[in-house]
């Protein structure tokens, strides 16, 4: 995806299990996530949703408060 601000984005667009509309999730920004990263979180984040049923952007909150429990002197923005 490119932005109107010329950034550019790798997205993941998924139907998530409990929702029948689209929805798209951040994989991070290019350059700084190459084309090889991308892919691997792409067929991570498909692995979730297709064999497990489980919603992406769930799954990442979960990862980010797990984080945030672990050490919690540490800010997530």
Not at 2 to 7: D, G, Q
Not at 39 to 65: A, F, Q
Not at 67 to 76: E, G, Y
């Amino acid at each position: 995806m490119v932005r109107p601000t010329e950034t550019k984005s790798w997205m993941y667009r998924y139907y998530p299990p409990s929702n029948p509309k689209q929805s798209i999730i951040s994989i991070g920004i290019y350059p700084s996530i190459s084309y090889a990263r991308a892919c691997e979180v792409w067929r991570e984040y498909e692995d979730l949703d297709h064999s497990k049923g489980t919603d992406p952007k769930v799954y990442r909150e979960e990862i980010k408060k797990n984080i945030v429990r672990a050490c919690p002197q540490f800010i997530l923005q």
